[in-house]
């Protein structure tokens, strides 16, 4: 287990080389010159020249990839070219706020999708396990963009119950976390119910009711342990894609979250904070699923690596 | 298996982080300018704390590497220039309290104003307003406007409040270029201590210190106690950053930012409907035009740019798509920059006349055009844009409209080799028509995306720069003017109206032509 884990993670290397590599090409294919946007309207020939030549961006590409991965490795990503600040700086503050989005997001996902989805197993077909799965149904259809504003409009313009947005409570993340978390609660509860349901039919769980074991029992010990191995894929997956793809959450709740920064990054075309920013959330999304591995052979004895 | 598939979901985050970049245009973008601050729990909080709500973060606090709007407002609650503009946007002293020039025009002496201190205790005086304009003027800096100084040739401390700066020729708009936000004046101290990191430790002689950034959430401004002017009313500024219009809204409703700008003109009905909130519109200094490519078919032909002209119906556009918060242009120029003419022919909507002229031109079946327009970069860009499309469609106009992303957009513009007709915009951070005389109209100016080239024009563009005396170069900028009304480069849509919406219980805003929301002495009652 220890070996195998130290392997994964020394295998991280040579993929982010790869995600660098083509990172650092995509963007430089994309139309725009860097130079040109940051010297903004009104710029003269020569000071686009002049902004170009100080930035490096009149070398060669694989001259400033070299450059820029010497500097790397040695944990110094550049500075940013639309700031100046030193693009670890600016990335670390953001991710940390995405990383607290995404883990409130998901707790939240995951406690009341096991919930729903439990519920809606047991009482399979009832009143509640229809509605709850239409409402999972429209969890999975509806835009973070719409739902967080709705809620916006709802629970701190009408109700004046939570604030806004902002970093400054905790209550401040309640309406992001819903927002955000809506999409894998609704997944979370669908594949609860579904591999619930599939055990629940089992030989060994008819074998147990045989014996006369109570119900509560055949559903947490039996049923729900089995069950969660889909349960973690999906919480694991979402949680790796909620990293990278909260940039429409953090706009609308004015968070200055990483997904943020990369959007704002790509179109003014500064390319240290956009590698950077890609890197990171590919490193965690990659850590991420380790842990989801780690966490299978936890649950599942007949999953082991070696 | 599942270790397989692991791989796949990082390729598809990578792909998927980038083209949530690529696609986003809904945005806001840097040089819309927008502005805005938030109080209460973030900073300072209590009555004496204002927060403005702004769309974009500003990049730098270093006067001399702004390049746009967000960042040069916030710049300038910070800094000072030698002179600035009065209400009437004529040209007064700040730092500089007269001054005088020589009877060649080329060099100018400045007085400057004493007992003045730098926000981090160094004197303000003549060394200082030279080493700061050294900085601008060294390469090395990497100014993205070096040129806003680049005609001084040289700099002399007549005594420690009197400067001499002279220039290469006579050079009539160089007041305008000092009142602008990249030539403010930075403490030479700051300058020595921080270099190239000046922008994260501006000082300034300004009314406000920046207290507090953190990137992306917000901006806190604290009031400089020793500012040798009236002191701010408000003890503490908080610029808040909220990237969606939405969002924006919401929070001035619910009080939890005090004044916004860039408001959708969409949402001003819903913002009027509440009692606590007002909407400001202000006349702005940015002309919406349509460019055509005088080098590309068929606006190569003086004939079809006429037709063009005529086909669109301007106040049709003002009163439905932007609920009547622009005013209709009556040349290049907002008419409100001083000595923008506003006697120019016209040319008013006339479809029939369109058709005919196009016909005269030879394309008496209509013409197949690329119609470029950026998407979130003005005010309903992109639904002006469809308007359009559908308006010039009447007088034998085909457009295929493309909405793109702002860098593609400005690209594709500079580039201009399979350009036809695009829509854009141009403000005036100096409020004089050097501007854009020098950047839209003059042969290889960097934002002639019209490639008009024109000998009489250029003449008089450099004409009017070599002419220190205003009333002369009224009439030179004029007759430069007009003649480029005639050469007609672009249909001029519009004069932008900046709208702002604030809490009843705010006062003393202004919003600048040349936007610069100044929230100096702004007040909360």
Redesign the interface.
Known sequence: MFKYTLRRLLMLIPLLVVVSVLVFSTIYLMPGDPAEVIAGEGASQEDIANVRQSLGLDRPLYEQYLSWMARAVHGDFGTSIRTGRPVAQEIGFRFKNTLNLTVFSMLFATIFGLVTGIISAVRRYSVYDNISMVVALIGISITPFYLGLMLMLFFSVRLGWLPLMGLDSWRAWILPAITLGARPLAMIARMTRSSMLEIMGQDYILTARAQGLPEWVIIFKYALKNALNTVITVVGLQFGQQLGGAVITETVFALPGIGRLAVESIKARDFPVVQAAILVVAAAFVLVNLVVDLLYAYVNPRIRYS | M??KI??L??LL??I???T???S?GG?Q???GGTQGQ?DS??AGGGNDAVVYGVGVDA??M?PQ?V??VPTANAVMHVHETLVTWDKDMNIVGKLAETWETSSDGKTWTFHLRQGVKFQDGADFNAEAVKKSFERILD??T??????ILSMITAMKVVDPYTIELTTNEPFGPFLSQLATYNAAILSPKAIDQYG??Y??HPAGTGPYILKEW????KMVFERNENYWGEKPKTKTLVF?????N??RV??L??G?VDIISNVPPFQIEQLKANKDVEVVLAEGFRTIYLGMNMKNKPFNDVRVRQALNYAIDRDAIIQTVLGGTATKAVGPEATSIPGAASDLPTYEYNPDKAKQLLAEAGYPNGVEIKFYAPFGRYNMDKQVAEAIQAQIAQAGFKADLQTL????F???L?EGKDTQLFMVG??S?SGDLD?TSQ?CWKT?G??NYSFLSDPTIDKLVDEQRRTVDPEKRKQVLHEMQLKVQEALPWASLYYEKQIVAKRKNIAGEVIWPNEFVDLRYVEKK
């Open positions: 599942h270790r692991k791989w979901p990082l985050a990578t998927l982080a980038l949530a970049g690529c986003s945005g973008q840097p040089a938030q729990a973030g990049t730098t270093d590497m390049d746009n390469p090395a990497g100014s993205p406007r070096r040129s190239k990191d922008g994260r953190q990137p992306g959430e808040k950053i909220i990237p969606e939405t969002t919401m929070a409703q619910t939890e992303d702002w860098s593609i400005s690209n594709a500079r141009k403000g951070p501007f950047i290889g960097s934002l």
